[in-house]
């Protein structure tokens, strides 16, 4: 036995204990960590699918880890290498040589031969042969096979990465990351060389050697740097020759493919020769002196590494999961605080009925405040009683006046008639309770339009995607409005008389009998006075205490007239929240019941991630692998150079064999004769046909549908124009493939042969060389080089796909492996797509680099020949398989540069071709393509043209249709803000209506205590009179009155400046567009209006007020009010306007007291009946002052108040709703024109897919 034996072995068992002993530690701290996973586990299900997710994840994490162990601790009995790769690369061939099969298991040239894990003995070592990834799934789906692969590759010590020389695809690599490098998996990569020719001196001319070797290095390269890009820094690359490898090793009798070669190579070279040759050798002792060098550091990395990579993936889904959930309970939260803010946030007594928790015993709001971690910041009055309160106001403004004109009038009769009025006939004339009743039902009305559109904007909006709480909201809302209101009318009553005789009102309790007799319950009230009046007897006190019962008449039926409507505002107010609550409460306690499930999913999250850190931490650190494999390389030889010289087996550059021309028997002659001519024929055949469908006269006659449509959609005169220029164009062949698949080297090959230079010399390497389409020109005809699929560059994809729209034929270039990796481009282009025409129909598809199949073309051209049939019959399987119907006619093989002799050498002649022209089949190709007829060719042009108007016609109606689905959304988007901008106008004229109610009833309280005084006044006192009218406004109580109504007033207007701006501002975000940017700027500009001067200091508007109530006819006060009020606006000739205005009020006050000194001239019997008309005159007066008061207050002189203030911000809405009006307008105008002309569009491809014989091919 050799020292390296020993030394394997010794290696693999110190592996096998260490890897036993650091299992038994694993299974230990595994032990706690599946008990902090079993505790706080949930019991009942969830509705929450996050929380469900989590629920699940706690129990299979640990579930899964518990089960990966146990794999582990059934494989440690040996050392365990894995092959993991793309279908079709050779794993099963170099499984077989490690293992010196018999190759049965090697693929007959199929994809996906491979369905099972196949494990192996070798050297006290196992080898694992995996199902490739990325394959068609020829007899498996591709999911299923890849998933047996991903399992081996768990309990593997060390992985084989298994690439080709043909293309390296970003798939791959993506999988290997995701699998093994995530895993934490020790690597080697293999790259197997398919060429037959490489590192095979005795067929290879040294001077052409070099070319091979640089196409390896260039693939080597190309690995390495995906491999750096994923992570997978300094792993080793070596390069095989597989194939080579196992005629070398196998047993016989050989029970693999091409048993003709197999004997044939054998007897040749003999099988040292293809033993060296094949470089297997410098494999096999990497990988020995990989184990002997740390083996059992290789087993404890991957065992350490892949349970850590585990905690890692289950960290990263748990925070993954926690960013879900922290999305979710924000959009639950923030759906909460709209809800308060429209119906306020819930006092105590509100949450005990309606949020209170019987499973948590736990008021909701206090629960779930504690578990986000602060409270919620809405006010305890929401919007919707703001809102009712100013329907109220406005809506029974109507009616106030008129019970207190009707109070009015009823006290003057009563005591003009000394008549007795009672409780209930006071009721009955002062109050009309139809009209009241009426005005419950607009409040009402209005407050369920309210609540529809503030749950439908904030609700809906803030939560866009939880759709269940919206839709709770929305149906809640369509059963509650009008019963409610209902009820109110319904269960409305007033107690009047000591009966308590019902009277049908609103479900409000008033007692105007109490209001009215609040006198009485002091000695005096209405029916006492005026009982008193008219039941004593005249005394020279009646005339006094008839003043005096007047007097209080007036006072105390206005209080009742203004506390009944308080109480009805009150009343409205509490019975529209406690409606509202009774039919939202369930939305909001189920949003707050998510939301603190959802906070608690966090917190277990946390507790989660927290003990897989910890588990994770308490691994212990694995051995660097990488320095183990360095050591191994530095075994291949004493420098880098000579390692990497070694690795990919450059030792043959200077081999002293002899190159030995292959000789070609007479009937191999014969047998490629035949088929090249056979080929020959069929592709001309297929060719043509191509062309065929539709005919020329056909594409003609729907090219003049084309310009006739044209004539009414000038857009479609470019496509036409494209029509034209691609008719009179040379017909392009374009060449489509995945990079490195052959393309360029057979278009350089098809220029060679023709003679003719390109223009610029060809860029041909392994990696990813042509970035844009390049056009070559034969005689009649153009090829053209596209860049190549799955480069991992999308502008690639994209430049190609460009490049096929005008192409006559479509020439597929593909791998001997077939379609692997994303097809979804061919697939598109075969059967057409909303952005190309159909180009199924011409197609060809040329299987490239067929001296790569494992067979000599000479030796065994019978088997060579059939293998392509059989690859031809495969990839036609593989298209039906996407339900796409290739003929195998229109599939041909070829290889356009035999074993890569050429490669990238410019100097390229016909003759460096002769050696494999016999059999390499494209003397078949070109000779079909040159042979074509001018009409054939004419046919191309044409059919060319019409595949390309298709195509702009089809992408002319995606853009038609973009504008249709953009103008949809956009009027979707429109919606909302124009609500938004018609509810804030809305606003506006109910809290004008309740500004100006508020103004007036704080006006109305002083003329009635005026009215009382008046009313008391004896004919003796003139002067008095006189100084109570002109001063009535001027008490201090009346400005500490007014002082609180502007504040309240500023405090109003700010609430529905904030309350729109943000609405406005938020729906004009959701929309993503803006009709008017400058309303934005303007309407905030409202911010320093005068309100908010008033809510910034008391100071002045104590000021004015004082101002207005001592000297409101004095153009210095007035201007003084104007300037603190109404800057923005109010000008002098504005304030001497103003003092003249509200000075007419003491100039008719004067005339009064005038009226008064010239009476008390009249003699005595008269004096009487003038005091009572002065009385009146006055009354009448005080109540017309008061009215210019309540407007002077309302508008100021020049439209400065609250009222020109809302009409300003309504203006400017106005002028934005406008505008977005107009833009709905012309969105649908431009909708409906794409409409008509997408609609002419469809007709011509419709007309198309009818002449291609396909309808709808071109869908």
Same mark, same amino acid.
């Given at each position: 036995?050799? =020292?390296?034996?020993?030394?394997?072995?010794?290696?693999?068992?110190?592996?096998?204990?260490?890897?036993?002993?650091?299992?038994?530690? +694993?299974?230990?701290?595994?032990?706690?960590?599946?008990?902090?996973?079993?505790?706080?586990?949930?019991?009942?299900?969830?509705?929450?699918?996050?929380?469900?997710?989590?629920?699940?994840?706690?129990?299979?994490?640990?579930?899964?880890?518990?089960?990966?162990?146990?794999?582990?601790?059934?494989?440690?009995?040996? $050392?365990?290498?894995?092959?993991? &790769?793309?279908?079709?690369?050779?794993?099963?061939?170099?499984?077989?040589?490690?293992?010196?099969?018999?190759?049965?298991?090697?693929?007959?040239?199929?994809?996906?031969?491979?369905?099972?894990?196949?494990? %192996?003995?070798?050297?006290?070592?196992?080898?694992?042969?995996?199902?490739?990834?990325?394959?068609?799934?020829?007899?498996?789906?591709?999911?299923?096979?890849?998933?047996?692969?991903?399992?081996?590759?768990? %309990?593997?010590?060390?992985?084989?990465?298994?690439?080709?020389?043909?293309?390296?695809?970003?798939?791959? $690599?993506?999988?290997?990351?995701?699998?093994?490098?995530?895993?934490?998996?020790?690597?080697?990569?293999?790259?197997?060389?398919?060429?037959?020719?490489?590192?095979?001196?005795?067929?290879?001319?040294?001077?052409?050697?070099?070319?091979?070797?640089?196409?390896?290095?260039?693939?080597?390269?190309?690995?390495?740097?995906?491999?750096?890009?994923?992570?997978?820094?300094?792993?080793?690359?070596?390069?095989?020759?597989?194939?080579?490898?196992?005629?070398?090793?196998?047993?016989?009798?050989?029970?693999?493919?091409?048993?003709?070669?197999?004997?044939?190579?054998?007897?040749?070279?003999?099988?040292?020769?293809?033993?060296?040759?094949?470089?297997?050798?410098?494999?096999?002792?990497?990988?020995?002196?990989?184990?002997?060098?740390?083996?059992?550091?290789?087993?404890?990395?991957?065992?350490?590494?892949?349970?850590?990579?585990?905690?890692?993936?289950?960290?990263?889904? +748990?925070?993954?999961?926690?960013?879900?959930?922290?999305?979710?309970?924000? @959009?639950? !939260?923030?759906?909460?605080?709209?809800?308060?803010?429209?119906? &306020?946030?819930?006092?105590?007594?509100?949450?005990?009925?309606?949020?209170?928790?019987?499973?948590?015993?736990?008021?909701?709001?206090?629960?779930?405040?504690?578990?986000?971690? #602060?409270?919620?910041?809405?006010?305890?009055?929401?919007?919707?009683?703001?809102?009712?309160?100013?329907?109220?106001?406005?809506?029974?403004?109507?009616?106030?006046?008129? *019970?207190?004109?009707?109070?009015?009038?009823?006290?003057?009769?009563?005591?003009?008639?000394?008549?007795?009025?009672?409780?209930?006939?006071?009721?009955?004339?002062?109050?009309?309770?139809?009209?009241?009743?009426?005005?419950?039902?607009?409040?009402?009305?209005?407050?369920?339009?309210?609540?529809?559109?503030?749950?439908?904007?904030?609700?809906?909006?803030?939560?866009?995607?939880?759709?269940?709480?919206?839709?709770?909201?929305?149906?809640?809302?369509?059963?509650?409005?009008?019963?409610?209101?209902?009820?109110?009318?319904?269960?409305?009553?007033?107690?009047?008389?000591?009966?308590? +005789?019902?009277?049908?009102?609103?479900?409000?309790?008033?007692?105007?009998?109490?209001?009215?007799?609040?006198?009485?319950?002091?000695?005096?009230?209405?029916?006492?006075?005026?009982?008193?009046?008219?039941?004593?007897?005249?005394?020279?006190? *009646?005339?006094?205490?008839?003043?005096?019962?007047?007097?209080?008449?007036?006072?105390?039926?206005?209080?009742?007239?203004?506390? =009944?409507?308080?109480?009805?505002?009150?009343?409205?107010?509490?019975?529209?929240?406690?409606?509202?609550?009774? +039919?939202?409460?369930?939305?909001?306690?189920?949003?707050?019941?998510?939301?603190?499930?959802?906070?608690?999913?966090?917190?277990?999250?946390?507790?989660?991630?927290?003990?897989?850190?910890?588990?994770?931490?308490?691994? /212990?650190?694995?051995?660097?692998?990488?320095?183990?494999?360095?050591?191994?390389?530095?075994?291949?030889?004493?420098?880098?150079?000579?390692?990497?010289?070694?690795?990919?087996?450059?030792?043959?550059?200077?081999?002293?064999?002899?190159?030995?021309?292959?000789?070609?028997?007479?009937?191999?002659?014969?047998?490629?004769?035949?088929?090249?001519?056979?080929?020959?024929?069929?592709?001309?055949?297929?060719?043509?046909?191509?062309?065929?469908?539709?005919?020329?006269?056909?594409?003609?006659?729907?090219?003049?549908?084309?310009?006739?449509?044209?004539?009414?959609?000038?857009?479609?005169?470019?496509?036409?124009?494209?029509?034209?220029?691609?008719? &009179?164009?040379?017909?392009?062949?374009?060449?489509?493939?995945?990079?490195?698949?052959?393309?360029?080297?057979?278009?350089?090959?098809?220029?060679?042969?023709?003679?003719?230079?390109?223009?610029?010399?060809?860029?041909?390497?392994?990696?990813?060389?042509?970035?844009?389409?390049?056009?070559?020109?034969?005689?009649?005809?153009?090829?053209?080089?596209?860049?190549?699929?799955?480069?991992?560059?999308?502008?690639?994809?994209?430049?190609?796909?460009?490049?096929?729209?005008?192409?006559?034929?479509?020439?597929?270039?593909?791998?001997?492996?077939?379609?692997?990796?994303?097809?979804?481009?061919?697939?598109?282009?075969?059967?057409?797509? /909303?952005?190309?025409?159909?180009? &199924?129909?011409?197609?060809?598809?040329?299987?490239? #680099?067929?001296?790569?199949?494992?067979?000599?073309?000479?030796?065994?051209?019978?088997?060579?020949?059939?293998?392509?049939?059989? /690859?031809?019959?495969?990839?036609?399987?593989?298209?039906?398989?996407?339900?796409?119907?290739?003929?195998?006619?229109?599939?041909?093989?070829?290889?356009?540069?035999?074993?890569?002799?050429?490669?990238?050498?410019?100097?390229?002649?016909?003759?460096?071709?002769?050696?494999?022209?016999?059999?390499?089949?494209?003397?078949?190709?070109?000779?079909? %393509?040159?042979?074509?007829?001018?009409?054939?060719?004419?046919?191309?042009?044409?059919?060319?043209?019409?595949?390309?108007?298709?195509?702009?016609?089809? #992408?002319?109606?995606?853009?038609?249709?973009?504008?249709?689905?953009?103008?949809?959304?956009?009027?979707?988007?429109?919606?909302?803000?124009?609500?938004?901008?018609?509810?804030?106008?809305?606003?506006?004229?109910?809290?004008?209506?309740?500004?100006?109610?508020?103004?007036?009833?704080?006006?109305?309280?002083? @003329?009635?205590?005026?009215?009382?005084?008046?009313?008391?006044?004896?004919?003796?006192?003139?002067?008095?009179?006189?100084?109570?009218?002109?001063?009535?406004?001027?008490?201090?109580?009346?400005?500490?009155?007014?002082?609180?109504?502007?504040?309240?007033?500023?405090?109003?207007?700010?609430?529905?400046?904030?309350?729109?701006?943000?609405?406005?501002? #938020?729906?004009?975000?959701?929309?993503?567009?803006?009709?008017?940017?400058?309303?934005?700027?303007?309407?905030?500009?409202?911010?320093?209006?005068?309100?908010?001067?008033?809510?910034?200091?008391?100071?002045?508007?104590?000021?004015? *007020?004082?101002?207005?109530?001592?000297?409101?006819?004095?153009?210095?006060?007035?201007?003084?009010?104007?300037?603190?009020?109404?800057?923005?606006?109010?000008?002098?000739?504005?304030?001497?306007?103003?003092?003249?205005?509200?000075?007419?009020?003491?100039?008719?006050?004067?005339?009064?007291?005038?009226?008064?000194?010239?009476?008390?001239?009249?003699?005595?019997?008269?004096?009487?009946?003038?005091?009572?008309?002065?009385? !009146?005159?006055?009354?009448?007066?005080?109540?017309?002052?008061?009215?210019?008061?309540?407007?002077?207050?309302?508008?100021?002189?020049?439209?400065?108040?609250?009222?020109?203030?809302?009409?300003?911000?309504?203006?400017?809405?106005? =002028?934005?709703?406008?505008?977005?009006?107009?833009? @709905?307008?012309?969105?649908?105008?431009?909708?409906?024109?794409?409409?008509?002309?997408?609609?002419?569009?469809?007709?011509?491809?419709?007309?198309?897919?009818?002449?291609?014989?396909?309808?709808?091919?071109?869908?």
């Amino acid at each position: 036995m050799t =020292t390296e034996v020993v030394s394997l072995e010794d290696a693999v068992r110190a592996a096998v204990e260490q890897g036993h002993a650091e299992l038994t530690r +694993l299974d230990a701290i595994t032990d706690d960590l599946v008990g902090a996973f079993a505790h706080g586990q949930r019991v009942r299900p969830s509705s929450s699918d996050l929380v469900t997710r989590l629920d699940d994840f706690t129990r299979r994490f640990p579930r899964e880890l518990r089960r990966h162990l146990d794999r582990e601790r059934e494989s440690l009995g040996s $050392f365990n290498i894995a092959f993991f &790769g793309r279908t079709g690369v050779g794993k099963s061939t170099l499984l077989s040589a490690f293992g010196r099969l018999d190759g049965e298991y090697v693929s007959p040239g199929v994809s996906d031969w491979t369905t099972e894990v196949r494990p %192996i003995e070798w050297r006290d070592c196992r080898l694992f042969d995996t199902p490739g990834i990325n394959g068609w799934g020829r007899t498996e789906s591709r999911d299923d096979l890849e998933a047996k692969a991903r399992r081996a590759v768990e %309990i593997a010590d060390i992985v084989l990465l298994c690439f080709d020389n043909q293309s390296q695809q970003e798939m791959e $690599f993506e999988k290997i990351a995701a699998w093994i490098r995530d895993h934490g998996k020790p690597v080697v990569a293999v790259l197997n060389v398919r060429n037959a020719r490489w590192r095979h001196p005795a067929r290879v001319p040294e001077v052409r050697r070099r070319n091979l070797s640089e196409s390896v290095r260039q693939h080597t390269d190309n690995i390495r740097t995906q491999l750096v890009q994923i992570g997978l820094p300094d792993t080793p690359v070596v390069a095989i020759h597989s194939r080579r490898a196992l005629f070398a090793r196998a047993t016989t009798p050989f029970q693999g493919p091409a048993q003709k070669d197999f004997h044939h190579e054998r007897e040749e070279f003999g099988k040292n020769y293809l033993d060296r040759w094949s470089n297997f050798g410098t494999l096999e002792r990497l990988i020995v002196a990989s184990i002997a060098e740390g083996g059992a550091d290789l087993r404890l990395a991957a065992l350490r590494e892949d349970i850590r990579s585990r905690c890692r993936r289950g960290i990263g889904e +748990l925070e993954d999961l926690a960013v879900e959930i922290e999305q979710e309970v924000e @959009t639950l !939260e923030r759906e909460v605080e709209s809800l308060f803010a429209v119906l &306020g946030y819930p006092e105590d007594a509100e949450r005990s009925v309606w949020l209170h928790d019987v499973a948590l015993s736990a008021d909701l709001v206090d629960v779930s405040e504690q578990a986000r971690g #602060r409270p919620y910041t809405s006010p305890v009055k929401g919007s919707l009683d703001r809102f009712v309160r100013h329907l109220a106001a406005s809506h029974l403004a109507g009616c106030r006046r008129q *019970a207190k004109a009707n109070a009015d009038d009823l006290i003057r009769r009563a005591f003009d008639e000394h008549t007795v009025i009672d409780e209930s006939k006071f009721t009955e004339v002062v109050f009309d309770q139809a009209v009241i009743s009426a005005a419950a039902e607009a409040v009402w009305a209005d407050r369920r339009a309210f609540l529809q559109r503030e749950l439908e904007v904030a609700v809906e909006h803030e939560s866009f995607e939880n759709g269940t709480a919206v839709s709770h909201a929305a149906l809640i809302l369509g059963d509650e409005g009008g019963d409610v209101a209902g009820d109110v009318v319904r269960g409305a009553g007033i107690a009047v008389g000591v009966g308590a +005789l019902a009277v049908p009102a609103l479900a409000l309790f008033w007692n105007p009998v109490g209001w009215v007799l609040g006198a009485a319950a002091a000695g005096v009230g209405i029916v006492g006075q005026v009982q008193q009046h008219l039941g004593k007897k005249m005394s020279e006190r *009646a005339s006094e205490r008839a003043r005096k019962a007047q007097a209080q008449a007036v006072a105390d039926c206005h209080r009742a007239v203004d506390q =009944t409507f308080v109480d009805y505002e009150d009343a409205l107010v509490r019975d529209s929240r406690e409606a509202a609550w009774t +039919l939202l409460a369930p939305v909001v306690g189920e949003s707050l019941r998510a939301a603190i499930e959802l906070r608690l999913a966090c917190s277990r999250i946390a507790r989660l991630i927290d003990d897989l850190q910890t588990y994770a931490g308490s691994i /212990k650190p694995a051995p660097a692998v990488t320095d183990v494999l360095l050591r191994a390389q530095r075994r291949m030889g004493e420098s880098p150079a000579e390692v990497t010289r070694a690795l990919l087996g450059e030792d043959w550059l200077e081999s002293g064999i002899d190159h030995q021309p292959a000789q070609i028997d007479h009937a191999v002659h014969e047998a490629y004769s035949r088929r090249r001519e056979e080929d020959r024929t069929r592709l001309t055949r297929v060719i043509a046909a191509a062309w065929s469908t539709p005919s020329t006269a056909n594409i003609h006659a729907w090219r003049d549908d084309l310009e006739d449509a044209a004539r009414r959609d000038p857009a479609l005169f470019d496509i036409a124009r494209t029509f034209w220029r691609v008719n &009179g164009a040379r017909p392009a062949l374009a060449v489509l493939g995945d990079y490195n698949s052959g393309k360029s080297s057979l278009i350089r090959r098809i220029m060679v042969d023709s003679g003719r230079r390109p223009h610029a010399a060809f860029d041909i390497r392994a990696a990813p060389a042509t970035t844009a389409a390049n056009r070559y020109q034969l005689p009649r005809i153009d090829l053209v080089d596209t860049p190549g699929l799955q480069s991992g560059h999308d502008q690639h994809d994209s430049a190609a796909f460009e490049a096929i729209a005008d192409a006559a034929l479509v020439l597929v270039v593909v791998h001997i492996n077939l379609l692997i990796g994303d097809t979804s481009m061919l697939e598109e282009l075969a059967r057409g797509s /909303k952005r190309i025409a159909a180009k &199924g129909g011409r197609m060809v598809f040329l299987v490239n #680099r067929c001296d790569e199949l494992g067979v000599n073309p000479l030796t065994a051209p019978e088997a060579f020949l059939n293998l392509q049939d059989r /690859k031809r019959e495969e990839l036609r399987a593989a298209f039906a398989a996407r339900s796409i119907d290739v003929e195998v006619d229109k599939i041909h093989c070829l290889s356009g540069d035999p074993f890569g002799l050429m490669g990238g050498d410019a100097t390229a002649e016909p003759v460096d071709f002769d050696e494999n022209r016999l059999w390499d089949g494209v003397t078949a190709f070109t000779s079909a %393509i040159s042979g074509l007829s001018d009409e054939q060719l004419s046919a191309a042009a044409s059919s060319a043209a019409f595949d390309a108007a298709v195509t702009d016609l089809k #992408r002319h109606q995606q853009t038609l249709h973009q504008v249709q689905v953009d103008g949809t959304e956009d009027l979707r988007r429109s919606e909302p803000v124009i609500a938004t901008l018609r509810a804030a106008v809305n606003d506006a004229v109910i809290l004008e209506g309740s500004l100006r109610e508020d103004v007036r009833r704080m006006v109305d309280r002083h @003329t009635v205590a005026t009215k009382s005084a008046v009313a008391e006044l004896d004919r003796k006192d003139g002067q008095k009179l006189e100084n109570l009218v002109d001063s009535w406004w001027k008490a201090p109580q009346f400005e500490a009155d007014l002082e609180r109504y502007l504040a309240d007033a500023a405090r109003k207007l700010d609430e529905w400046h904030s309350d729109h701006t943000s609405a406005i501002g #938020r729906e004009m975000r959701a929309a993503e567009f803006q009709v008017a940017p400058e309303f934005a700027a303007g309407f905030k500009a409202q911010g320093s209006a005068w309100h908010e001067d008033l809510t910034e200091g008391a100071g002045n508007v104590a000021g004015a *007020a004082a101002s207005l109530a001592k000297a409101l006819g004095n153009r210095d006060a007035v201007y003084a009010i104007g300037k603190q009020l109404f800057d923005h606006k109010f000008k002098p000739w504005g304030a001497v306007k103003g003092g003249a205005h509200v000075a007419r009020v003491g100039i008719v006050l004067g005339a009064v007291a005038t009226a008064l000194d010239v009476a008390a001239m009249v003699n005595d019997s008269r004096k009487a009946e003038e005091h009572k008309r002065q009385q !009146e005159s006055a009354l009448q007066e005080i109540d017309k002052a008061a009215a210019e008061i309540v407007e002077q207050i309302m508008r100021g002189e020049q439209g400065e108040g609250p009222v020109g203030y809302l009409q300003q911000g309504t203006r400017e809405l106005e =002028t934005l709703l406008d505008e977005y009006l107009d833009l @709905t307008s012309s969105i649908r105008e431009r909708m409906d024109s794409a409409k008509a002309r997408a609609e002419a569009v469809e007709a011509l491809i419709e007309a198309a897919d009818e002449l291609i014989g396909t309808p709808g091919r071109n869908g």
